[in-house]
């Protein structure tokens, strides 16, 4: 656990993400352990699939990011009631 941190914590400098990504990656291992090959290199293969997870997660995060409402500079297209207009300006 100690090694696998240390190294997620090089790749992001967000602990809570570098943490999660590993705890991840432990849950998925266990869950799908029945379908793992057999592996006699375990330390790559456990700092690859961390990094690999790492990656993904980071990616998501930056695209969640640059699509998110407010960055698409879009009105938005829904109407409200005119019962919730007035609830909304009287809030």
Request: hydrophobic letters at 40%; glycine letters at 6%.
């Amino acid at each position: 656990h100690g090694p696998l941190l240390g190294y997620a914590r090089k790749l992001t400098t967000d602990t809570s993400v570098a943490e999660d990504g590993l705890q991840d990656l432990f849950v998925d291992l266990w869950t799908k352990r029945q379908t793992l090959g057999p592996t006699t290199a375990v330390r790559p293969y456990l700092l690859a699939s961390l990094r690999r997870r790492l990656a993904r997660t980071l990616h998501r995060g930056h695209w969640m990011q640059a699509t998110a409402p407010d960055a698409l500079d879009m009105p938005f297209l829904s109407q409200f009631s005119v019962e919730e207009t007035l609830i909304e300006d009287e809030a």
